[in-house]
């Protein structure tokens, strides 16, 4: 069936240096979407990829879309202690369809 | 910026009894989603819903499960019978048109706990 995977589960950095978490899926997609989960909230949007080989930068994040349009990072430079949370990403096999999220990657940083 | 609202944040509910979880989406959005996400998991797909119809439906959303559109803007998600398995936050989720420019936009969920 559709999977989103996603790694690493757990990354645990020194503030100021970089985060990079990698999703792939089984079967290309239409587009990708990024969000952000502080614990005990709800996914807030960052993004989403739609072109092939798309790179979008929003400050310290870059997002990619992978050639195939199967995999996708999110790359966060210099790390800041708001940057504290679980990111997502979640794939769309097509426009209007289910969003299938990966399983996460979060983010703690030591001050 | 307009939200997707739901209520309420919080519910608890006796095992057994039935629970409506109530989302109004954003108001010119014509697709709702409801997604739910068990403590410390990924958020799962339960249900899609277009034209006053279930257009998509995982393997989650079995017979206990229904969704309803009973006037212009509300969008619930009833659970019958409930189950202990079931305490989870629910997320509703709604998009404006088949473009692939547009993102769903997710409410701040409910947490149901099932006692």
């Known amino acids: 069936g559709q999977q989103v995977m996603q790694i690493p589960q757990y990354q645990h950095v020194q503030e100021g240096e970089d985060f990079t978490t990698y999703c792939n899926s089984s079967?290309?997609?239409?587009?990708i979407q990024w969000y952000k989960q502080r614990p005990g909230g709800h996914p807030v949007f960052l993004i989403q990829?739609?072109?092939?080989?798309e790179v979008k930068k929003q400050k310290r994040l870059t997002f990619q879309f992978g050639e195939a349009k199967k995999n996708s990072s999110l790359h966060i430079t210099a790390t800041q202690t708001t940057d504290v949370g679980t990111y997502f990403c979640?794939?769309?096999?097509?426009?209007?369809?289910?969003?299938?999220f990966g399983s996460g990657t979060r983010l703690s940083i030591r001050p | 910026e307009p939200e997707v609202t739901q209520t309420p944040s919080h519910q608890v509910t006796q095992m057994g009894q039935e629970v409506i979880l109530r989302c109004v989406p954003i108001?010119?959005?014509?697709?709702f989603y409801w997604y739910r996400q068990i403590l410390g998991q990924k958020v799962e797909f339960l249900v899609s819903?277009?034209?006053?119809?279930?257009?998509?439906k995982s393997e989650i959303f079995d017979d206990q499960f229904s969704v309803e559109r009973p006037d212009g803007s509300n969008f619930t998600l009833k659970i019958r019978s409930t189950k202990l398995e079931d305490s989870a936050m629910y997320f509703c989720?709604?998009?404006?048109?088949?473009?692939?420019?547009?993102?769903?936009?997710f409410g701040d969920g409910t947490r149901l706990s099932i006692l």
């Open positions: 979640a794939g769309s096999y097509s426009s209007a369809s289910k969003i299938i």
């Open positions: 079967t290309t997609l239409s587009n």
């Open positions: 990829l739609v072109k092939s080989g």
């Open positions: 108001s010119n959005h014509l697709y």
């Open positions: 819903f277009y034209n006053n119809e279930i257009s998509e």
């Open positions: 989720a709604s998009m404006g048109a088949i473009d692939s420019n547009q993102p769903q936009h």
